[in-house]
Nanobody, 126 residues
């Protein structure tokens, strides 16, 4: 079992930046990929970014490409999501996730991930 603890989030004005972090513990050696999802009120949970744990593959949703950066620190077993040029439509609860599925086509699937963080509220005011 992998435990994920998120930090960061908060309230920011449009155009501002925030950074989320997600620290893994437990059977973290089994992780193949980590990702960030978000869920806005009344909407489906969507994947915004993913990163493979042991190579340089990263993945972004079109809605955040060129604004968000996902990165990892293997020594700290932590993944980060740097969010720049934030927009009101980025407002959501953000969740980190960890999984063992290796297929590239499965990056955005919720069922590809076995462990989830507690969620972090990100609110962008206009």
């Amino acid at each position: 079992q992998v435990q994920l603890v998120e930090a960061g989030g908060g309230l920011v004005q449009a155009g501002g930046s925030l950074r989320l972090s997600c620290a893994a513990s437990g059977r973290s050696f089994s992780i193949y990929r980590m990702a960030w999802f978000r869920q806005a009120p009344g909407k489906e949970r969507e994947c915004v970014a993913g990163i493979d744990w042991n190579d340089n593959n990263v993945y972004y949703a079109d809605s955040v490409k060129d604004r968000f950066i996902i990165s990892r620190d293997n020594a700290k077993k932590t993944v980060y999501l740097q969010m720049n040029s934030l927009k009101p439509e980025d407002t959501a609860v953000y969740y980190c996730a960890a999984g063992t599925v290796t297929s590239v086509s499965a990056v955005g699937w919720r069922r590809s991930y076995d462990s989830w963080g507690q969620g972090s509220q990100v609110t962008v005011s206009s």
